[in-house]
C-alpha cells in the first residue's frame, strides 16, 4: 500500500477515495497497539510502512489535511513515534491533539527499574571512534548534567570541543528517504540516570559494561535500529505534514513539539528537543533538528509576540511570557546539545536551527545574554575540521549580526578584543601573522602605530578579522575528509567557507557599519581581490561587499542621519575608497557579458557611490561611470538592463550632474529606452528612474530657472509624457512610478509648451491617466502617487486648471477618493491635492467648488471609520489635512460660495468645530508634504479665513448676515481661551 502511495513522474496519482481510504487505514495502523502474536520487528516494519504512506501521500499527493481532528490524529500519532522505543521513555498520548496556545497534557509512564536495567546493553557493529581529548571517567557528564539543571552561562561549557568530532557530510539529508538507508549500528544507553542527565548516554558505554553475550546483544541491536528507523519514519512524515499545512495552523501545536520551561516541580515535558538531546542514533537526532529547524522558519510574525524584558508580577501567565519561556528554553537545549554531539552531520543540523531560531526571535522584547551565549558557544566550531560545521557555524554567527540589528548585545560582543576566544580549545589563540598580512591588523591608533593586532586596542572587531583572513589568506590546517569534494590543490578554505564569511562580512556592513568603517580600504581591497578571482561566486559575493560598504557611506552622510561629523567617514577618505575601486577590477566586472549576474551586482555596487564623493572623483573617472552605465542600459540581460537603468535614476539625482543638460537628456533618453523593455523588472526600475529625473527637472525649475527649461529638448519633453502616459497603463509597479513622473513633467511645463499644439493633445491624455488611476482599483501606492501627481498638476499656473473641461473630472476623482478610500494614506493625500490651488477661480464653477467643500466635510465625519484597524494611526494626520483644506477653501472663497457653506454649518457646525478645535490645539505635526505646522501657524491661517470672510460677508450682504465669520471666530476664541487656561 504505501509503494501504490508514492507518485511517478508524468502518471496520475491516486483517485481521492484511494488516497482517503489508505489514509485511514494508515492511521489506523499507527493507532493500534502491538499486539502478543506480533513479534517486534514485525510491528517496527508495520509501522515503519505506514508512516511511509502517510508521508508519500503528503508529498506526491499534495494531500491537504483540512479537518483539526484529521490532523490532530496524526500528530497525536507522529508523537508517539517519534519516541517509539526510545530508552527510558513511554509515551502516552491522547488520540487527538487539538490545536492550544499553552502546553498540553503530556502524559509519560513511570519508568520501572528493570526496563532500564533491560536497557543497559552492548554495542556491537561499527564502534564509535574514542574522542582524543579524553577526560577523567564522568567529569564532563557531571558538567553537562549541571548546565540541564541550571541555565547555560555566558561562558558556558567553554572549549567543549574536546570530543574530536567526526566527519561527515551534512549536505544530504538524514531525513529525505531513511526507509532505503540502512541504519549505522545503534549506540546503546549505559547510565540509570538517562533521565536525569541530558548528557546522552551513548557517550558512556564501554564494552566492559554489558550484561548479555554478542549473540543477545546482537538481537538487541537489530531491535535498536528498527526502532530507530520507525523514530525517523515518523520525523520525516513530520516534515512532510509541516510542508503541506499553514504555519499559522501548525503554530497551534507549538506547545506539544517544542519545549518551555518546566514549572517548579512538574517534569520536562517530552518534544524534539528530547530526541534531540537524548536519541542514541544521530541520524535520529538529525531528523528532528530538521523538523525543528521547519517549525522555526518564517515563525517571526508569531514568535514576534514574545516578552520578557520585565518581571510580570500576575495572578496568571500571558502568552507572551509562555512563548518568551519557550524561545529561551530553545536556546538553553540547543546549546547543550551543541556541546554534548559528536556527529558532525547531526552537529550541522543543530548550528543550522539555531541560525533559524536566531533569525526569528525577537530579541529586543527579550532579557539580554541569548545572543552573548550563542556567539560564545559558537566560536570553537569556526575551526572545526568538518567544512559543513565550519559554513555552518559561519551562518549562524550572519544570522547574529543581522538579528534586529543593530542591537546595543550585539555591538558589545562585536567590540569584544580577539583574545575573547576563537580557538579550538579555549587556550590556544589564533595564529599570528606577519607584518605584511595588512587584512589581519587594525589601523594603528593615533600616536601609536602597533603591529600587535591581538591587543583589544587595536582589534576592535575580531569576527571581521577572522572573515577576511578566511577569504584572503590561504589555509594551513589539514581538515576532514568532507573536504575532499573540493580541489585538493586549493591554497584558500573551500568556496563554500569563503562564500560563508564575505556573506557574513557584508551583514556586518550592512548592519553595523560604525564597527566596519575603520576597515573601510581593507574591505575595499577584499573586495577588489574577491572580483579578480575566476570563481564566479567569489566574484559575485565580492561586488555585494562593495555595495554594503557604499551603502553603508550614504545612510552615514544623509542629511537626516543622526551620526556626528566627526564620527562619519571623511569624504577625502570615500574619495580614496572609490578612486581604489575604479582603478580596480570594478570596470572589468561591469564589462564581463559572461557573468551577467556580477555585471549587475557592480551595477549596483556603482550606484552606492556617495554623490559628494563623486563630485570629487577626477573628470575621466566621472565619465568611465557614466559611459559604463550609459552603455549597460543597452544590455541584452534584463538583470543587468534593469541595474544600470536603476543606476542612471540614482546618478541624475547627484547635485554635481543634475544641473548638465547633456547628462539629463542622454539619462532620459536611456531611460525611454528601458521604459519599452519586454521585462515587467526592466520597465518598473525604469519608470522608477524617470521619476527621479523628473524630480530633477523640478529641482532645477526651482533652482536655475527658466534658463534650463529653455535649454532641455522640447522634443525630448514630448517623449517623455508620452512614454510616462503609456507606462502608467502598466502593471502596479510600474504605474506607481510613471504616475510620479507625469505629475512632475506637468509641473514642469512652461506656456509656450502648453500653446503648442502638439503638446496640448498628449497633455490631455496624460492627465485623464492620472485621473483614471486615482479612481482605479490599483495597489495604494500607486493611487497614493496618483493624487500626488494631481497636485502637482494643480502646482502649474500655466494650466487652464478652472477652465479646463478635465477640471471637474479630476476634482470629482479627488473628492471621491477622500470620501471613500478604504486606505487613509490616499485619503490623505488626496486632501491635501485639494488644497494645492492657490486662486478662488481655479476652483471652477460655485457649484464645483460647493462639492468639494462637501466631501471634505463628509470625509471629515468618516475619518474615524474603517474596517482596518492598521488605519486608525493615520486618522489623526487626515483629520488636520482635511481641517487645513477646509480651513485653505474658506481663505479662497467668494460670496457665491457662502450660501452653501453656511448651509452646511447649520446642519454639522457642531461636528466640525470639535475637529478643527482638536486639530487647533495638536502638537507641531509634518503633514505628508513634509510641510511643519505648529499652533501660530494654524491661528494665523484661522485668523487670515475669518478676515477674508468677515470682508467678503460686510460687503455683500451687511453685518446683519455675518455667520461664517461670527462661527470661525467663536472657534479661535474657544481654542485662544482653552490654551490660555491650560498655559495658567
Not at 499545512?245 to 524534539?272: N, R
Not at 487652464?800 to 486606505?823: D, H, I
Amino acid at each position: 500500500m504505501a509503494n501504490l502511495c508514492l507518485s511517478v513522474p508524468g502518471q496520475p496519482y491516486l483517485d481521492e477515495s484511494y488516497r482517503s481510504l489508505c489514509f485511514q487505514t494508515f492511521l489506523s495502523v499507527l493507532q493500534s497497539s502491538k499486539t502478543s502474536d506480533v513479534d517486534d520487528i514485525t510491528f517496527c516494519m508495520l509501522l515503519q510502512n505506514a508512516l511511509k504512506g502517510i508521508q508519500s501521500l503528503l508529498n506526491g499527493g499534495k494531500m491537504k489535511l483540512m479537518q483539526t481532528d484529521q490532523l490532530g490524529s496524526l500528530l497525536a500519532v507522529l508523537k508517539k513515534c517519534m519516541f517509539y522505543g526510545l530508552p527510558g521513555l513511554n509515551v502516552e498520548m491522547p488520540a487527538v491533539l487539538y490545536p492550544a496556545p499553552l502546553p498540553q497534557y503530556d502524559g509519560r509512564s513511570p519508568v520501572k527499574p528493570e526496563q532500564l536495567e533491560l536497557s543497559t546493553v552492548k554495542q556491537t557493529g561499527t564502534r564509535r571512534k574514542k574522542s582524543k581529548g579524553k577526560q577523567k571517567k564522568g567529569q564532563l557528564g557531571e558538567e553537562v548534567k549541571e548546565e540541564l539543571e541550571s541555565d547555560v552561562g555566558d561562558g558556558a561549557i567553554h572549549g567543549m570541543n574536546i570530543f574530536q568530532l567526526h566527519s561527515g557530510n551534512a549536505q544530504n539529508s538524514p531525513c529525505l528517504n531513511p526507509w532505503n538507508r540502512t541504519l549505522d549500528a545503534a549506540y546503546m544507553p549505559a547510565g540509570k540516570d538517562l533521565l536525569s542527565s541530558c548528557y546522552p548516554s551513548w557517550k558512556r558505554i564501554s564494552s566492559s559494561e554489558s550484561e548479555y553475550s554478542d549473540a543477545e546483544g546482537g538481537i538487541q541491536s537489530k531491535m535498536r535500529s528498527y526502532q530507530a528507523k520507525v523514530r525517523q519514519g515518523a520525523l520525516a512524515c513530520f516534515l512532510s505534514t509541516i510542508k503541506s499545512i499553514e504555519k499559522k495552523v501548525l503554530y497551534g501545536y507549538w506547545s506539544a513539539f517544542v519545549p518551555d520551561t518546566p514549572g517548579i516541580g512538574s517534569p520536562q515535558s517530552v518534544s524534539l528537543m528530547t530526541i534531540a538531546l537524548k536519541d542514541p542514533s544521530p541520524k535520529t537526532r538529525a531528523c528532528a533538528l530538521q523538523v525543528l529547524s521547519a517549525t522555526l522558519e518564517g515563525s517571526k510574525q508569531f514568535l514576534s509576540v514574545a516578552e520578557d524584558a520585565h518581571d510580570h508580577k500576575r495572578a496568571f501567565t500571558p502568552f507572551s511570557v509562555t512563548i518568551a519561556s519557550s524561545i529561551r528554553e530553545l536556546h538553553r537545549c540547543l546549546l547543550l546539545a551543541l556541546v554534548a554531539e559528536s556527529s558532525s552531520q547531526t552537529l550541522t543540523q543543530i548550528i543550522k536551527c539555531l541560525a533559524n531560531l536566531v533569525s526569528n526571535a525577537p530579541y529586543s522584547r527579550l532579557k539580554p545574554g541569548l545572543l552573548t551565549r550563542i556567539w560564545n558557544q559558537i566560536k570553537p566550531y569556526i575551526r572545526h575540521k568538518d567544512v559543513n560545521v565550519r559554513v555552518s557555524s559561519l551562518t549562524l554567527l550572519g544570522a547574529v549580526v543581522s538579528a534586529q540589528a543593530p542591537s546595543p548585545e550585539v555591538q558589545l560582543l562585536l567590540q569584544q578584543p580577539s583574545s575573547s576566544g576563537l580557538s579550538n580549545s579555549g587556550t590556544a589563540t589564533p595564529r599570528r601573522v606577519s607584518s605584511s598580512e595588512w587584512w589581519r591588523r587594525a589601523p594603528p591608533s593615533q600616536g601609536d602605530p602597533t603591529d600587535n593586532w591581538e591587543s583589544s586596542s587595536s582589534e576592535p572587531c575580531w569576527l571581521i578579522r577572522l572573515c577576511i583572513s578566511t577569504v584572503v589568506l590561504p589555509r594551513e590546517d589539514s581538515y576532514s575528509d568532507s573536504d575532499t569534494s573540493f580541489t585538493a590543490s586549493t591554497v584558500y578554505e573551500p568556496s563554500p567557507v569563503r562564500l560563508e564569511s564575505l556573506q557574513v562580512l557584508a551583514l556586518l556592513v550592512k548592519g553595523y557599519f560604525s564597527v566596519a568603517q575603520s576597515y573601510l580600504l581593507e574591505l575595499g581591497e577584499v573586495a577588489c581581490k574577491c572580483m579578480e578571482e575566476t570563481d564566479p561566486s567569489i566574484q559575485l559575493h565580492g561586488a555585494k561587499l562593495l555595495e554594503e560598504l557604499g551603502t553603508g557611506i550614504v545612510q552615514q552622510h544623509k542629511p537626516d542621519s543622526a551620526i556626528a561629523v566627526n564620527e562619519k567617514v571623511p569624504v577625502n577618505l570615500v574619495v580614496t575608497f572609490w578612486t581604489m575601486m575604479l582603478n580596480g577590477p570594478l570596470p572589468g566586472a561591469l564589462q564581463n557579458a559572461q557573468h551577467p549576474t556580477l555585471q549587475t551586482s557592480a551595477c549596483d555596487a556603482l550606484s552606492s557611490i556617495l554623490p559628494e564623493a563623486f563630485g570629487s572623483l577626477r573628470d575621466d573617472q566621472q565619465i568611465l561611470c557614466i559611459t559604463l552605465l550609459l552603455g549597460l542600459n543597452h544590455s541584452e540581460n534584463p538583470l543587468v538592463k534593469a541595474a544600470a537603468a536603476r543606476a542612471l535614476g540614482v546618478y541624475v539625482l547627484f547635485s554635481c550632474l543634475r544641473q548638465d543638460v547633456m547628462f539629463v537628456a542622454d539619462t532620459a533618453n536611456a531611460i525611454l529606452n528601458s521604459l519599452q523593455d519586454k521585462s515587467p523588472n526592466v520597465r518598473a526600475k525604469a519608470a522608477w528612474s524617470l521619476g527621479n529625473l523628473t524630480d530633477t527637472l523640478i529641482v532645477n525649475m526651482e533652482m536655475i530657472g527658466q534658463s534650463f527649461q529653455e535649454e532641455f529638448s522640447d522634443l525630448l519633453l514630448l517623449k517623455m509624457l508620452r512614454s510616462a502616459t503609456e507606462a502608467s497603463k502598466d502593471k502596479d509597479k510600474v504605474k506607481s512610478n510613471a504616475v510620479r513622473a507625469l505629475g512632475n513633467l506637468l509641473h514642469f511645463l512652461q506656456p509656450y509648451h502648453i500653446v503648442k499644439p502638439r503638446f496640448s493633445e498628449t497633455i490631455k491624455e496624460s492627465i485623464q491617466a492620472l485621473i483614471s488611476t486615482v479612481q482605479s482599483e490599483a495597489t495604494m501606492k500607486v493611487r497614493w502617487n496618483a493624487c500626488y501627481a494631481l497636485g502637482n498638476v494643480f502646482k502649474n499656473p500655466a494650466l487652464p486648471l478652472g477652465e479646463a473641461p478635465w477640471t471637474a473630472q479630476a476634482y470629482n476623482a479627488l473628492t471621491s477618493v477622500v470620501k471613500s478610500c478604504k486606505n487613509f494614506k490616499v485619503r490623505i493625500k488626496s486632501a491635501m491635492a485639494l488644497s494645492i490651488p492657490t486662486q478662488r477661480e481655479r476652483y471652477g464653477t460655485a457649484e464645483q467648488f460647493s462639492q468639494i467643500w462637501s466631501a471634505l466635510v463628509i470625509a471629515l465625519q468618516k475619518s474615524e471609520d474603517t474596517e482596518d484597524f492598521l488605519e486608525f494611526k493615520y486618522s489623526a494626520s487626515l483629520r488636520t489635512q482635511i481641517c487645513q483644506a477646509l480651513i485653505h477653501l474658506l481663505s479662497l472663497a467668494n460670496s457665491t460660495d457662502l450660501p452653501f457653506i453656511r448651509k452646511t454649518i447649520a446642519e454639522n457646525g457642531d461636528v466640525i468645530r470639535s475637529y478643527v478645535l482638536q486639530y487647533m490645539k495638536s502638537g507641531v505635526e509634518e503633514d505628508e508634504a513634509g510641510i511643519h505646522t505648529n499652533s501660530h501657524e494654524r491661528d494665523r491661517l484661522l485668523k487670515r479665513a475669518i478676515e477674508h470672510i468677515c470682508g467678503i460677508e460686510e460687503l455683500s450682504e451687511g453685518k446683519a448676515k455675518v455667520v461664517v465669520a461670527a462661527y470661525l471666530e467663536d472657534i479661535l476664541t474657544n481654542h485662544i481661551n482653552s490654551t490660555e487656561l491650560t498655559e495658567a
